[in-house]
């Protein structure tokens, strides 16, 4: 099996024997963008840009929270919260309210909408979904998924290393089924489904198994 500095991190995610190979990989990234910011990069004027401007979701900033530099995190909070009120208030005073009808009075609310219906409203979408350390996770996160295909295509080893694995998480699942369409042919395709197939059933029935074992494990005590 070809190892190098582009397919050494998704082999060892395969060997780690993790749940799913990619998050252990989302993991080990998250993990390096919060020590490179909270060691010293956060007194870089180029990455406080980037976590002034991104922010951080509420995972990333508890992991930064835990992490244990509170001086680092309140300084890089400070700046970024004074870049959040400055977009806001331009936003608010940009924002002129719709005109309301009675039909869509008479709507029932729902709490989740699918579209913003306002400028406003599709700032604050993103804002919500802006992160830093999303980012930079999303930012190497395709070039694994074509490493993975790339060696699933023309490495032996690496199928019989994929074949062995304990599967995938549902989204990462997902994003393989749809990359496979474009990245495989009829032939591949025929090989891949099937065996990405069963590893998820018997992933998912194995957990369950897991799962029920531990309940009865605990149940029993009890009704003695």
């Known amino acids: 099996m070809k190892k190098d500095i582009s397919t050494l991190p998704l082999i060892e995610a395969f060997h780690a024997d993790d749940e799913c190979p990619f998050c252990y990989l989302e993991r080990a990234a998250e993990q390096h963008a919060i ?3 909270l060691g010293s990069a956060y007194m870089e004027d180029y990455i406080r840009e980037k976590t ?3 922010g951080f979701c509420r995972h990333h900033f508890k992991m930064m929270y ?3 530099n509170r001086l680092g995190s309140a300084i890089i909070l400070s700046t970024h919260l004074k870049k959040l009120n400055e977009q806001l208030e331009q936003q608010l005073q940009r924002h002129t309210p719709q005109k309301s009808g009675l039909l869509k009075r008479m709507k029932r609310t729902q709490a989740a909408q699918t579209q913003a219906k306002t400028p406003l409203g599709a700032w604050l979408d993103q804002k919500e979904c802006s992160c830093y350390v ?9 070039r694994y998924l074509d490493t993975f295909f790339d060696l699933y295509r023309k490495d032996e080893s690496f199928r019989t290393l994929f074949s062995n694995s304990k599967g995938f998480c549902l989204p ?3 994003d393989l089924i749809e990359c ?6 009829e032939t591949e395709k025929n090989d891949f489904y099937p065996k990405v ?9 194995r957990l369950q198994s897991e799962v029920s074992w531990f309940v009865e494990k605990k149940r029993l005590p009890q009704q003695r």
């Open 35 to 37: 020590s490179f910011i």
């Open 52 to 54: 002034d401007e991104e």
């Open 66 to 68: 835990d992490y244990g």
């Open 134 to 142: 999303c980012s930079h996770f999303n930012g190497i996160y395709n």
């Open 172 to 174: 990462h699942f997902r």
């Open 180 to 185: 496979a369409e474009d990245k495989l042919s």
């Open 197 to 205: 197939s069963a590893l998820m059933l018997n992933h998912l029935k």
